[in-house]
Structures are given as C-alpha cells and as structure tokens.
C-alpha cells in the first residue's frame, strides 16, 4: 500500500505530503489545478519516462519518494535487484531528477538505475490512465488481455521456442534459394576471388616481415657504409690497428704486473673481458656486412610484394589476416552454393518437422487461450452487470492465421450494446463512456490475480454519467476493499465513495503560481462535491444534496 507521497519542485508542486489511506481516496480539483500532477510524481517515482521539463521553473532539480507498506520480500523485482523491505515490511522509493537530466534513484537508501526502479514499481502500484480504453480498439492488444488473464506463460514460451526454431530455418533457406542467373554469377565472382588469394599465396605475418625488409633495401648503401665504418675501428686493416688489437696490447702491457696488487689484477682482467666483448662485437658486424646482399632486383621484387599486399588489401581486409579470413568465407560460401541443392533437401526435410512442432504448440497455445476466454468472458460479463451494463454481451472471437510470434489465433472483444444486436469488433460501436466501464471492468478482473498492492485510476470515469457513474463508484468501493485504491475523478458520485478525499488546489504567492494537496473533513468535502456539481456557485440546496450523496455512500460503504 501506498503510505506517503512526497513531492518536491514538480510543475506548479513545490512541496507537498500526500498521506494515502487505506481503501478509496478520491483527489479531486479545479481543471488545471494539478490533480494530472501528482499522477506524473507517481509515474516519476516508479521509474516512468520523465523529463527536465517536469522541474519546476526556478529549481536545479525535482525529487519525489514514495513509501509502501506491506511489501512481500519474495517479489521477483526486490529479489531481482537485491533489495529487501525493513523488517516491518516497508519500503521506500526515491528519484531526483537533474536539471542536466541525469537521474538519482534509490530503494531504502541503496542506490539503483531507472529500470531496476521501474521494474521494482510495476509490482507495486499501476496506474491507468484516461486514454487506457482507447487500448481496446487495438485488436492486437487483445491476446495480450487474454494471455494475462489466462497466465498461459508457459504455452506461450514453449511456442515460441519452436516459432523461432523454424523462423531459423526459413531464413537459412532464402539465403541458399536464388535464381539460376544470380547462383551464376556469384558462383563466378567466388571463384575469381578464391583463385586471386589463393595465387597470392598469402603468408600470416609476412606484411610486417615484408616492410623491414623493404626498408632495409631501400637504405642498402646507408647500411653498408655503416657496417665497414664499424668493421675498420674494431679490427682495423693492414696500416692501422682496430680497437681489437689495441685491447690486446693494452692486455699485454698490464700482465707482467698484474700480480703486484688486487687493483692491477681487477684492471688486468676488466681488459681481458672488454677484449673479448670487443672481438665478438667484430666478428658479428663482419658477418653481417657478408651476408648482406643489395640486389636493386630484389628491392624490386620486395617492392612489387608489397603492392600486390596493397591492393588485395584494398579489396578484402585492412591485414593479411583478415584477408585469409575472407578467404575462407569465400571457399565455406562456395562450398555451400555447390551443394546448395542437397543442403536444401535437408533443411526441407527439417522445416516440416518445424512447422508441426509449431502447430502442434499452436494448437496447445490455442486450447489454453480458449478456456481463458471462456472465464474471462464470464468474468467481464459479470462485472459489467455490475456497472449496469446489463444489456452489453462480451464475447472473444477467435480466427486461425498463419503462425506469427504471438500464436496461431487472430483474438478479437466483441460487444453488443443492445438486444437483438449482433456482436461486432468493439472498436466499432462502443461509445466513449462503455469503453471506460469495459476498460474498468477489465482492469479489475486482471488485477484480481496480480499481487500488486495499490491501483490509481486517473479520469478513468470520462465520458460516465449519471446511473452509470454511480455503479462505477461502487465497483470502485468494491475493489478498494481487497487493493488500495485512488482515484482521480470529475464525478461527485466517485468522490463521494471514497473513505478519504483529497482536493488539489491551485493558487498564487509572492508573484508565482503553486499547487497543494488538502486532506478535506466532512465540511469540506460537502462543499467540494457541491462544487463539482453546480460550479463555482455553492447554494444551501447543493450542500444539503452533497450532504445526501455523502450518507448514501457511507451507507453502502459499510455493505461492503
């Protein structure tokens, strides 16, 4: 149950505390005093889509936070998330909305992301708004309807599995099935691909090996010089010593004194090992001025190489790699088309065998689907007959289609709104106000089997007048006494019903327009039903009739 609401700097509300009853409140209020409102701080606090706009002008930021009571730990979005109501069974929604439109949510303090708050609120509180009956003149919203009712999850999800079993395979036949032109002609640019990589004979790594190489070549002569330059001051030539040589008599010269101390004999071999170090050092430099070969022939071919890499790269990857890689599609592709004819019996075979799986399920979907209806029409009926409707018959229409994602059953409401009539598709005659009351009656039915505490009805009476609006106040009262219920409403008779009473009321303070949200008594609510009644001219003769409506609805109160 919806405990308290609290609101801050949203629209025209700067602040309010809205303290929710158990049973029916009603709120109540001029047109534009804000009662729409409070219904967007719920949504916001449920995770609904907001925007910066929502904040009133002047503030940074808006911020609501709505706390239940009541709350089962073992629903499956607390359990999802990781949150736990208090040990009394309280929990404690919260959202600030930045004026840079970021978010802030939390759940008892810990924080959490927009959808996990949504998915949390959903299994709390729902809200149906004014325009939900223009969701009945859409007939695919109508299996919807009766998969909720009938909670046939379960067949559902084994059909699909199977719908989406043969939803593969058909695709995997339309991509082998082409004309013979088409077949030709892929077939050909295939093969020339194939045969173009395949001559190239292409090497993973090479392209790297191939660029050091090629740079090597281009800086040949640089190379060389730097090789001989290197080579004469190490071991020199017939006229002058290398640094080799030079060691060894630096080595010589020390050795017959070596002996005479730890310091000459550290400094003896010091030189001993620089020798070595410096000879090893030659004999490298002068393999490798040997083995160098600078062929202008082969600086052409490493050249032609790495433009022959160039260009396949252009056409079929950014690397070598990737240029294999396509290779190998290209040869699956190839194989797959050559044997396209036998692959395709194949799957043909295996696409009947889907689509009896599909039909099979279908007809399990169906069966299930057909005995909700069967319930659901009785239900809808009967509480049509309670908001005297009682000439209205409802039934669900069921036609076979071609298997689709939902099922194998095109589902349509049907309705006749007077005797001797035919049924016919309801978004075909019924009138703004039965709308409302078939909507009403449906959302009733349906949140009898969910476990959500607390149902908001916003306008939801429009287009009701008169007899029918009172038995939409009583089947309001009807409801409120097993869910919690508020209502937003234009209609005395709803107002009347409700065991609490709020009244929205906009005004105006140092230059700006707010919005408050009043608890009224007796007195008051005499006075706001008179109101709402007569307009804005309140006579004893409206009061004393609001008075009436006030014991009337008491007295049925307490049938309940």
Not at 260 to 265: F, Q, T, V
């Amino acid at each position: 149950m919806l405990e308290l609401l609290h609101i801050e700097n949203i629209a025209v509300i700067e602040q309010a505390d809205i303290q929710f009853r158990p049973g029916f409140n009603a709120l109540t209020g001029e047109t534009g005093a804000g009662k729409s409102i409070v219904i967007d701080a719920m949504g916001a606090v449920l995770g609904g889509r907001t925007s910066r706009d929502l904040i009133r002008t002047g503030a940074d930021r808006a911020f609501v936070s709505a706390e239940f009571s009541g709350v089962s730990a073992g629903l499956p979005g607390l359990a999802e998330n990781g949150i736990t109501p208090d040990e009394d069974g309280n929990l404690l929604l919260q959202r600030e909305i930045g004026g840079d439109g970021k978010n802030l949510c939390r759940a008892n303090g810990r924080p959490i992301t927009v959808a996990q708050l949504r998915r949390i609120g959903e299994e709390l509180l729902n809200i149906h708004g004014q325009h939900d009956g223009q969701q009945l003149l859409d007939e695919e919203q109508h299996g919807a309807y009766l998969d909720r009712f009938g909670r046939t999850e379960a067949e559902l999800e084994a059909y699909q599995r199977e719908y989406s079993a043969m939803a593969e395979l058909r695709a995997q036949i339309r991509a082998l099935q082409m004309d013979e032109a088409e077949k030709a002609r892929r077939v050909d640019s295939l093969r020339f691909q194939i045969d173009e990589l395949e001559r190239a004979e292409l090497i993973p790594g090479e392209e790297e090996e191939l660029t050091a190489r090629r740079d090597l070549l281009r800086n040949g002569e640089k190379y060389l010089e730097a090789l001989s330059g290197a080579d004469y001051c190490l071991s020199g030539d017939d006229e002058s010593a290398g640094a080799v040589n030079q060691l060894r008599d630096a080595e010589e010269a020390l050795s017959g004194i070596r002996t005479l101390g730890n310091d000459l004999a550290e400094l003896y071999k010091r030189l001993g090992e620089l020798r070595c170090e410096a000879y090893d050092l030659a004999e490298i430099i002068r393999e490798k001025r040997t083995e160098f070969d600078f062929s202008p022939a082969e600086l052409d071919a490493v050249e032609s190489r790495a433009d022959q890499l160039y260009r396949l790269k252009k056409k079929y990857g950014a690397t070598v790699e990737d240029c294999l890689a396509y290779l190998d599609k290209c040869r699956a592709e190839l194989d797959a088309m050559e044997t396209a004819d036998d692959t395709l019996i194949l799957l043909g075979q295996k696409l009947a065998k889907a689509e009896k799986a599909v039909r099979t399920a279908g007809a399990e979907l169906t069966k299930a689907r057909k005995e909700a209806a069967k319930a659901l029409e009785d239900r809808i009926q009967t509480e049509l007959r309670d908001l005297d409707m009682k000439k209205i018959r409802f039934a669900i229409d069921f036609a076979e289609k071609e298997p689709a994602a939902d099922g194998c059953d095109t589902i349509r409401f049907l309705m006749s709104a007077n005797v001797g009539e035919d049924l016919r598709p309801i978004a075909k005659i019924a009138s703004g106000g039965e709308l409302a009351r078939i909507m009403l009656a449906l959302k009733n039915v349906l949140a009898e089997q969910e476990a959500i505490g607390t149902l908001v009805f916003d306008e939801v009476d429009t287009g009701v007048s008169g007899r029918a609006a009172q038995k939409v106040a009583e089947k309001l009262a009807q409801v409120s006494r097993r869910k919690q219920v508020l209502c937003v409403t234009h209609l005395p008779q709803l107002a009347a019903m409700a065991d609490t009473h709020f009244s929205v009321e906009k005004g105006e303070s140092k230059g700006r327009t707010f919005t408050k949200v009043v608890q009224l008594d007796r007195e008051r609510r005499k006075a706001e039903l008179a109101r709402i009644t007569g307009g804005s001219k309140v006579t004893e003769a409206l009061l004393e009739s609001a008075g009436e409506l006030l014991d009337e609805a008491e007295a049925y109160r307490k049938t309940l």
